[in-house]
């Protein structure tokens, strides 16, 4: 397979290509956005915010799976980057329906009155068209509409209409078989090869296999690796920073793999995290109530848990715990593969003891047994879409006179790195779990951190939602 | 005036519903029976424009593009408090790309010093995101490239954003001397003429209901109890989802304004006075805007820059303002500091109130806390004395009941506070105070449906997880724009059009107008066309303060009513009858005496002598006359929220379970719009109440959460279950007798949020937003 700098893509059912080597008003980080923006009859798609966080430009991105199936789901178009959509079809709302001609999920918010001013509606229009792909059938539950909505914000309706709108429409799929085949088809008839976009001030890979992709790490160590580049996304629309180099691994096979034992569960780093939250319903509960709550639908469907564990950020939510699941990281270098426990692997504010030429291979999760307490704790001025104020990954494990016998108690918020609290949990271990220790340890607390003041909390605040998560553990886990 | 006297409907259905007889002009049309009698006004009836907001159809102000088209971008200062020494923009000039630039000499949208003194050559920098100048070039990456060429040479000054530290006799001054401004954000505090002292101006004593009443000092003694307590309210930002912007389009002989405005009228004015234009030949045109909320009455700055650069260049000017712009320089509700002393008497009536507020509009005025506290409730000794207090900080504009949504968050709490405090149920209280009939209906129908009396007493619930009830209510004054002028046209081909320069916000005015046009002419909503939204049309009300119904649906009603007169007097002779003997039913003129005697309404229109008809009508004074001016009709829009909560002892996050919400519109025209909008209200109020709050870094003067990452609104998952009630409400004061329901749906719902969440943990919060944190230390007595 010869690299190319050519993108190909389906756009709206047509077969487009973007030659970044040849004379184009777009770079590799133009977003999706900003080039749909640039066609006056593709205007339906808004921009709120540029940052993920309204939905708005929510688009619909079809690809085959590794079964050749086809994949369906709704996106924040602000945060893909052009190339990104190579061997995919985007899907925009002027696709899928006419005024006169209204595809069912438009009729359902015409029928619901969906609208007021009206700016917000293609974004939801997507996300209903995504739901009822996915959920075609009378498992399309409030539960599962207002998830798939959540990502769009609407400040005019009060959403009820809309997800009255999204019940609506049930029963009926958002793809009609012949859609489906037609879709199938052109997806298959684009050619297959990996991206080498070399252009006057950026270079942008996407290379197919992991051998490749070690070696393209090794020759530039500088570059930017993204998979779903939700976080990197930002420093463009945001930031106005020029990526000069970027990795895009999101089509190296190996990172997708996911293996279940009797006693681990193996995730490839590149799993977006809304495939981990499927996975991990029953096996790992408390990572699956983490993510049940993390961004919206849009951001999990692009956002994998390798990205969100390399960023190290200190509020990342899945640190903590994986922490408390005692996770091992896989790196991968050109020599040879490590494990690093994920205790080990976070070393600061955004560092991790990933090497310049390492990446993230997968994560490696051992299934606690039936008498461990793994529990995931967030407080956050809103309940979904909404970074932690302060967040915990908790774990607990009880002797027979239910006096502890270990105890890992991660916080996120609280410093500059995800971070245990090893004097409170030196002060619960070997001692009964009861509600006066948890009380007296409760304040050795202070002792293991110094939080800060922003925006989000004041330090004495973080201080006492430290001590009250503590408090809820024991409230949820003792006898 | 030849006037004529007709009887309407008065008066609460299931209530009190009764007849008045009123003398009118005698031009107006019939009275309308009660919404059950009629067939398209009082329904739910679909969204006109659905089918093209659903398809992305819809064009918006940020979709327009023409050909030739520029793109702006405004540099603005990042420093808080500063004086330019001089500007440079020779290299942003000649940048490839760049078509023109312009610096601003003046700034619109903040406080201006009320004598015009010697400015100097660049305006004053006052807060941070003040713009200083533009650009516009082929594209908007490279007018920002360029502005990253222009050169400010800043003698930086000290500056304060915050409302208390503002206030110190050593804070740096916002203003030197005393300042008025034309377009305050009509929050009660921007009274013209009132001194400014440090950074404190005011106070604003007075309002449209008068001033201050009576004797606070008898009334104090006269009390068996007097409550004194201080609420807090933070600033919050509207968030509209599209956001302000403008398209200029600048020929020889005209100039069009594609703007994102809620207000066509008034931008096409100001455009017309900046640039010393006849208004004639400026159109301002809005088919569809990304709300608005209050914010988007005005041109603004980035309107005149895109005026200055459509202007030099001579091409179209496209300038909308980034989600960090809109943020901290287009608009918000200002924060307040609301002291209040009520005295009571045992039986709940009440003696005094005294209220006295303090709130920052930033660089601007209207950071009171309305009249809610002044109107509300009967208290026949009263004074309010209302302060701006000025920071450097982006100016507050309008937004949803302006004040009114602080005072009531201030003033409902008090209530209950009162209500406890006497041993008295809150809704007990109000009955005894609270003169309104309409509220009483609303209090007591809500009460039943929300089951108000599982009420327990505070803190009674025994878990971790503890519920607790609420409610608060409010008042809105019935505003009328008399200068709000529509016009129906019927054409030969069997269309029928509305016209008018009243835009539709996204509240639904352009299905109203259907509705009301369709029921006088016994035709569909859907066969109706409406214009709107283009200042060519005669002009309209601006959409604010809910004003919007109830003066564009008279005249619009009026002038389908002379439409189909003269149609009838062109069809009469065919049907061999008298005009007067005509009517309307169904799509057919008929003859009331001999039905057999009609024609199709279509068909009478192919028959017309001239290819089309059109009359033209105008709002009538309300019938009986107004309460104030020309503006403030009789009566008000009550309403009365309740709110259900759960609150987390151990993590403090309080959720809102449900909320019953019963309001009052006058005569309701579509229901679903109406429960739309009061849903939409109750949220945006359930965000005022738990999430939204702009925090101002005091180090560097900026906003720390200029996006919508750390900036957060509610989303799907946090609305509860919402049940609304709306009483229909006639006073016979129009031909439509319908009014608005944007700013109601707001007003109180934070307070019954505030009053629920005390009633789950027994500890009063007396600031909102309601964070965790907050919960956590008031339960935690840090």
Not at chain 2, 161 to 176: G, H, N, R, S
Request: glycine letters at 8%.
């Amino acid at each position: 397979m010869r690299a190319s700098g050519t993108v190909i893509f389906l756009l709206n059912g047509t077969a487009c290509t973007i030659d970044f080597h040849e004379s184009t008003p777009y770079t590799p980080t133009t977003t999706v956005l900003q080039f749909l923006r640039s066609h006056p009859q593709l205007q339906g798609t808004k921009e709120g915010c540029a940052e993920g966080d309204c939905g708005a430009c929510t688009v619909v991105i079809a690809s085959l799976n590794q079964q050749s199936e086809l994949v369906v789901e709704a996106c924040d178009s602000c945060l893909i980057f052009l190339p990104m959509l190579h061997r995919k079809a985007l899907i925009t709302v002027e696709h899928i329906g006419t005024p006169e001609h209204l595809h069912p999920v438009q009729k359902a918010m015409v029928d619901h009155d969906g609208s007021q001013c009206g700016y917000c509606t293609p974004g939801f229009v997507m996300s209903l068209y995504a739901l009822h792909h996915n959920h075609p059938e009378s498992e399309s539950s409030r539960e599962v509409a207002e998830d798939a909505l959540t990502g769009n914000l609407c400040r005019c309706t009060g959403y009820r209409s809309i997800l009255d709108a999204a019940l609506q429409v049930h029963d009926q799929a958002s793809m009609t078989p012949n859609d489906q085949k037609q879709t199938i088809q052109g997806l298959q008839s684009l050619q297959s090869y990996p991206l080498s976009i070399v252009s006057q001030h950026q270079k942008y890979f996407q290379p197919h296999d992991l051998q490749e992709a070690v070696k393209l790490r090794s020759m530039y160590p500088e570059a930017v690796m993204i998979s779903g580049a939700t976080d990197v996304a930002l420093k463009v629309t945001k930031n106005d920073e020029v990526l000069e180099e970027i990795i895009d691994l999101s089509s190296v096979k190996p990172l997708k793999e996911l293996k279940i034992t009797d006693h681990y569960i193996y995730l490839g780093a590149g799993l977006s995290l809304e495939q981990v939250k499927r996975t991990v319903e029953d096996l790992l509960p408390a990572l699956y109530e983490t993510l049940k709550v993390f961004g919206s639908l849009q951001i999990r469907n692009l956002a994998t848990i390798g990205g969100n564990i390399a960023s190290a950020s200190p509020i990342g939510d899945t640190a903590p715990i994986l922490m408390a699941y005692d996770a091992q990281v896989e790196l991968v270098g050109p020599q040879s593969t490590r494990l690093v426990p994920m205790r080990e692997f976070i070393t600061g504010y955004r560092e991790t003891s990933m090497q310049k030429d390492e990446m993230i291979l997968g994560f490696n999760i051992p299934i606690p047994n039936t008498q461990t307490h793994v529990k995931w704790y967030k407080i956050s001025k809103r309940k979904d879409l909404d970074i932690s104020t302060v967040s915990g990954g908790f774990r607990l494990e009880l002797e027979q006179d239910a006096t502890v016998s270990h105890i890992s108690l991660f916080y996120g918020g609280m410093a500059a790195m995800t971070k245990n609290a090893s004097k409170t949990e030196a002060s619960l271990l070997g001692k009964p779990w009861s509600r006066e220790q948890v009380e007296l340890s409760m304040d050795i607390i202070d002792q293991d951190f110094t939080p800060i003041s922003d925006a989000r909390a004041e330090a004495g605040g973080r201080r006492i939602m430290a001590r009250n998560l503590l408090l809820k553990f024991w409230t949820d886990t003792h006898a | 005036m030849d006037t004529k006297k007709i009887k309407l409907p008065h008066g609460i259905p299931g209530h009190n519903l009764g007849q008045i007889e009123r003398e009118v002009p005698a031009d107006e049309p019939p009275a309308w029976p009660v919404n059950d009698e009629l067939k398209h006004v009082g329904k739910r009836v679909k969204r006109t424009d659905a089918e093209a907001k659903v398809t992305g159809a819809a064009k918006f102000t940020s979709d327009i593009q023409l050909p030739g088209m520029l793109y702006g971008r405004m540099l603005r200062s990042d420093y808080p408090h500063a004086k330019i020494r001089s500007i440079d923009m020779s290299a942003a000039e000649k940048h490839p790309g760049v078509y023109a630039v312009h610096i601003f000499k003046n700034v619109v949208g903040m406080a201006q010093p009320a004598d015009d003194d010697a400015a100097g050559e660049y305006p004053d920098i006052k807060f941070a995101g003040q713009p200083i100048a533009g650009v516009a070039a082929l594209t908007t990456e490279i007018a920002e490239e360029a502005l990253d060429l222009i050169k400010v040479d800043y003698e930086y000054l000290p500056f304060v954003v915050d409302l208390e530290e503002a206030q110190k006799p050593e804070a740096p001054l916002v203003f030197t001397t005393n300042v008025e401004q034309d377009d305050a954000g009509g929050g009660g505090g921007g009274d013209t003429g009132l001194k400014t002292v440090g950074n404190v101006r005011g106070p604003s004593t007075s309002s449209f209901y008068g001033g201050p009443r009576g004797d606070l000092e008898k009334g104090f003694e006269e009390a068996d109890t007097i409550l004194e307590q201080t609420y807090r309210t933070q600033v919050q930002t509207h968030c509209s989802l599209e956001t302000h912007g403008v398209v200029v389009d600048w020929k020889p002989d005209n100039v069009t304004i594609y703007a994102s405005t809620q207000n066509t009228k008034n931008v096409r004015d100001e455009f017309a006075e900046v640039f010393d234009l006849p208004k004639s030949q400026v159109r301002v045109i809005q088919e569809y805007m990304g709300g608005g909320f209050g914010a988007k009455h005005s041109l603004g700055n980035f309107g005149v820059m895109a005026g200055y650069l459509a202007k030099k260049s001579g091409r179209p000017i496209k300038l909308m303002l980034d989600r960090r712009e809109e943020h901290i320089s287009s608009g918000n509700r200002p924060n307040s500091i609301h002291y209040l002393k009520i005295g009571a008497r045992k039986d709940g009536k009440l003696t005094a109130i005294q209220q006295r507020s303090y709130g920052t509009a930033g660089v601007g005025l209207g950071a009171g806390v309305g009249r809610i506290a002044q109107i509300m409730y009967e208290s026949p000794n009263f004074s309010t004395e209302q302060y701006d207090v000025f920071t450097h900080a982006g100016p507050g504009a309008a937004w949803r009941a302006p004040g009114n949504v602080q005072g009531c968050y201030g003033l409902e709490q008090a209530m209950d506070e009162l209500a406890e405090k006497l041993n008295l149920d809150p809704i007990a209280l109000r009955d005894v105070t609270d003169t309104s009939e309409i509220r009483k209906v609303e209090r007591h129908r809500g009460a039943e449906t929300f089951k108000w009396s599982r009420r327990k007493l505070p803190a009674s619930d025994p878990g971790l997880i503890k519920k607790g009830l609420g409610m608060a209510q409010s008042h809105w004054p019935r505003i009328v724009h008399i200068d709000s002028t529509a016009e129906v046209r019927a054409f030969r081909d069997g269309a029928v059009e509305i016209r008018s320069a009243v835009q539709d916000i996204g509240t639904g005015t352009k299905t109203v107008l259907s509705q009301v046009v369709a029921e006088e002419l016994g035709l569909k909503p859907e066969d109706i066309t409406v214009r709107i939204g283009d200042t060519l049309f005669p002009d309209g009300p601006p959409s604010g303060g809910s004003i919007v119904t109830g003066s564009i649906t008279p005249p619009a009603r009026n002038a389908a009513y002379k439409l189909k007169l003269q149609l009838f007097d062109q069809v009469a002779s065919k049907l061999e009858t008298d005009a007067s003997k005509l009517a309307v039913d169904d799509g057919q003129i008929m003859s009331t005496e001999d039905p057999s005697k009609k024609i199709a309404f279509k068909e009478a229109l192919k028959e017309m002598r001239t290819g089309q008809i059109s009359a033209t009508a105008s709002r009538s004074d309300d019938y009986g006359g107004f309460m104030v001016g020309n503006a403030i009709a009789y009566g008000g829009l009550g309403s009365v929220q309740f709110a259900e909560v759960s609150v987390d002892t151990e993590t403090g996050f309080v959720k809102v379970e449900k909320i019953v919400a019963v309001h009052s519109c006058g005569r309701p025209i579509n229901i679903t719009q109406i429960e739309n909008q009061i849903n939409g209200g109750v949220i945006q109020g359930l965000g005022y109440a738990l999430y939204e709050d702009r925090v101002m870094d005091n180090e560097t003067g900026h906003q720390m959460n200029s996006n919508f990452d750390q900036y957060k609104m509610p989303l799907s998952l946090e609305i509860p279950d919402i049940e609304i009630l709306i009483v229909e409400d006639y006073s016979g004061r129009s031909s439509t007798d319908a009014y608005g329901i944007g700013e109601p749906a707001n007003i109180a719902t934070a307070a019954a949020v505030a009053n629920a969440v005390y009633n789950a943990i027994g500890t009063r919060i007396f600031e909102i937003p309601i964070t965790p944190e907050k919960v956590l230390r008031a339960l935690n007595k840090v």
